[in-house]
């Protein structure tokens, strides 16, 4: 059974830093992309970055570029989520999420999707104080 467990959110001030992680457990990396997802209240579930699990090649939506950054430990199975410089505008739940290695190139051309990946964490809270 495919579990994903999220953990490492918090209350932060404007500027701050967290850092996510996300346990896998019933599969391995290879051959799969692990994401990370935020939904804010009232707005869409949105991606924010991917990483694959074949050949740690990384995506992140542009609002995170320089900011943000994955990372991944594939013998403990865990994908990480280092958040620096951190905006309101983060403030959401974080998920995240495993789906088959689609390529950077895939995620390029359509960005990170919710319908791309099957298995979804819990989320953990994310605050933002201005």
């Known amino acids: 059974e495919v579990q994903l467990v999220e953990s490492g959110g918090g209350l932060v001030q404007t500027g701050g830093s967290l850092r996510l992680s996300c346990a896998a457990s019933?599969?391995?990396?290879?051959?799969?992309?692990i994401a990370w997802f935020r939904q804010a209240p009232g707005k869409e579930r949105e991606g924010v970055s991917c990483i694959s699990g074949t050949d740690g090649s990384t995506y992140y939506r542009d609002s995170v570029k320089g900011r943000f950054t994955i990372s991944s430990d594939n013998g403990k199975n865990t994908v990480y989520l280092q958040m620096n410089s951190l905006k309101p505008e983060d403030t959401a739940v974080y998920y995240c999420a495993s789906g088959l290695d689609r390529g950077r190139r895939y995620y390029r051309s359509r960005g990170v999707r919710v319908p791309d990946f099957g298995s979804w964490g819990q989320g953990t809270q994310v605050t933002v104080s201005s």
């Open positions: 019933g599969f391995d990396f290879d051959g799969y992309d």
